[in-house]
């Protein structure tokens, strides 16, 4: 009977059969991409999308520990349902894209968890502020017109307290809480 350990390391061989024995860099697709937040403003939830989003990964199949994340996320390109709120979202109370127009998320290591499921360890850079986080993730190989892609989803709670992200009015909790779910469903095709 195979152990926890024997159907990883299957999965991540099937996972990688298609794919080259060296590192490959891949590049977002942002017509196949979407990352997406969630909050609440009282007890009604909302969403919104960051439209612009550019990220390269580079993955080893051979070592799939080794791997890195350069994402960069253009603050003002948020698509939310409301004029009204992409301004308080844009505003120095918030985002304040004027001074900080993007966040950056940068890795250079990952481990696996499960079959296709890795976490990595970076720093998240919001505003003026930069702290660690572990992203969690699930990569599934694919194809994409023909062609190899893999297909990374993750969600990951971010305290946007922590980041800056809540001056004046908006540090208070009560209608807004401090945690923002981010859910990302992205397509990457090789380099």
Request: net charge negative; proline share 6%; hydrophobic share 40%.
């Amino acid at each position: 009977m195979p152990t926890s350990l024997n159907r990883a390391i299957l999965g991540i061989a099937l996972l990688f059969v298609a794919l080259p024995a060296s590192a490959a860099m891949w590049v977002l697709d942002p017509g196949l991409s979407q990352v997406v937040f969630k909050y609440h403003y009282g007890t009604d939830p909302y969403e919104g999308r960051f439209t612009n989003v550019q990220a390269n990964f580079d993955i080893d199949p051979m070592r799939p520990g080794s791997c890195s994340f350069d994402v960069t996320i253009n603050i003002e390109n948020i698509d939310v349902d409301s004029p009204e709120v992409l301004d308080y979202l844009l505003d120095y109370e918030l985002f304040d894209v004027d001074t900080w127009p993007t966040a950056t998320f940068k890795a250079e290591k990952c481990r696996l968890t499960g079959v296709t499921s890795f976490e990595s360890d970076g720093t998240l850079t919001i505003r003026d502020q930069t702290h660690p986080i572990t992203f969690p993730f699930d990569l599934d190989i694919e194809t994409c017109d023909g062609q190899v892609c893999f297909h990374l989803t993750s969600e990951v709670e971010i305290l946007r307290l922590k980041y800056g992200v809540g001056q004046g009015y908006w540090a208070n909790t009560a209608e807004v809480p401090n945690e923002v779910t981010v859910s990302v469903d992205v397509y990457a095709i090789q380099q």
